[in-house]
């Protein structure tokens, strides 16, 4: 008995510790940015996107899904569910409550005397100003919260009834969600991240966002399969086909992220305007005194280049890289440490006075310490949140039959 619940898989039991010590760091982050330091904001801005990125990613993977009714993504279905539960998006809404309270803190455009004062942030003031934003935020955090619970609720009650009917029924209803979801998300970045630049915008944007947030999504659930491979539900399910779909998959993101981050640079680059070329203009050795040039953000931009993209693209293009667990397992934390360099370079540069200090600075420190204790309590509710169901769903068989069936 006891090797038996060895070999079984048990998140739950990190949630107690890792919950412990996410909120003693949100704690210490709340009374910092609360007793006037300015700066910790924008490191608990950093540390709340990054977790709300892979968040959505999770929510846009699950939604693909139950509308497509994929192999490849039903091994992760109840760890994507775990990561954008409806509690998952109630915990980061109740996180974010400081900057719905008092956005002048991260947001130019809050101040509307600053506003009333620059003509372009007075023409955009029909769209960003405090009531609309924090309307459109909450809004867009209920949306998701509500249809996943549908989704969640359907795939355990069908758990218990083995009822087509309901599987059917999210197919369905998928679809029509993807088109929102891609309108919301696009709305969701576009209010708390990008307007944090409000003279600067992007019509790459939102599926950029959504495109790296998947790609995180998709490597943190790969990872974790990967690692626990030995373990139940993993060991009846994983044979070397499925993970080479699932890696298949995380090369089209990787191939997705290149596509649209390049054509933001090129949008940019080729139109010329003085308000959009700002955004690499603050991620450039523009940024340091003559001499320093060495130190820059565009240090950061290169590695993006190589270990975002191009490493991973060679790697997933070898077959045996995707069939092999533990190699696959290595190239997805990889693409998770990149992502976490994505989001930095981001959001950091966009925080008033930080693109100055450049990547490392005293404030580094504090950035780190934002996005570990928001993990934490991140990490403590998907651990929750996976003992509220089997791991594997229990009314489709399909990768059983094709396991037991493979030679």
């Not at 619970?149 to 969600?177: C, I, M, P, Y």
């Amino acid at each position: 008995m006891e090797e038996t619940q060895q070999k079984t898989l048990n998140l739950g039991r990190l949630a107690p510790a890792a919950g412990v010590v996410g909120l003693v760091g949100t704690l210490a982050c709340f009374g910092m940015m609360l007793s006037g330091n300015d700066k910790m904001w924008g490191s608990f801005m950093f540390g709340w996107y990054f977790w709300m990125s892979i968040t959505i990613g999770m929510f846009g993977i699950t939604i693909l899904h139950h509308a497509v009714r994929g192999q490849w993504s039903l091994a992760i279905l109840r760890l994507l569910e775990a990561g954008s539960g409806w509690k998952i998006f109630a915990l980061m809404g109740v996180l974010l409550v400081p900057v719905l309270l008092q956005p002048i803190h991260l947001y130019e455009w809050a101040d509307r005397a600053f506003t009333m004062a620059d003509p372009v942030l007075r023409r955009k003031e029909w769209f960003l100003n405090q009531p609309g934003w924090t309307i459109r935020v909450i809004s867009v955090l209920v949306l998701f919260a509500a249809l996943s619970a549908f989704f969640r609720h359907s795939t355990v009650r069908q758990d218990k009834n083995l009822n087509f009917k309901l599987e059917a029924g999210r197919s369905s209803w998928a679809g029509v969600s993807l088109v929102f979801f891609f309108l919301a998300s696009t709305l969701f970045v576009t209010d708390l991240v990008m307007s944090m630049e409000p003279h600067w915008s992007s019509t790459m944007y939102g599926p950029w966002q959504i495109i790296a947030g998947g790609g995180a999504a998709l490597a943190f659930c790969l990872l974790l399969q990967c690692t626990e491979a030995g373990k139940k539900p993993f060991t009846d399910i994983l044979r070397p086909q499925l993970t080479r779909d699932q890696g298949n998959m995380m090369f089209a993101l990787t191939m997705f992220w290149g596509y649209t981050t390049i054509s933001q640079f090129l949008i940019i680059w080729n139109g010329n305007i003085p308000e959009t070329t700002a955004y690499f203009a603050k991620r450039s050795s523009a940024m340091y005194p003559q001499g320093m040039e060495s130190n820059h953000w565009g240090i950061l931009g290169l590695l993006l280049i190589i270990g975002r993209f191009f490493i991973p693209f060679f790697l997933l293009i070898a077959p045996r890289s995707k069939t092999n667990v533990m190699n696959l397992a290595k190239i997805t934390g990889w693409i998770l440490v990149m992502h976490f360099f994505d989001m930095y370079m981001l959001v950091i540069p966009a925080i008033h006075g930080r693109a100055e200090m450049g990547p490392l600075s005293g404030q580094t420190f504090f950035d780190i310490l934002a996005c570990v204790s928001v993990g934490c309590l991140w990490l403590a509710m998907f651990a929750h949140q996976t003992k509220q169901a089997a791991l594997f769903p229990v009314y489709d068989t399909r990768l059983q039959e094709a396991k037991a069936h493979a030679h």
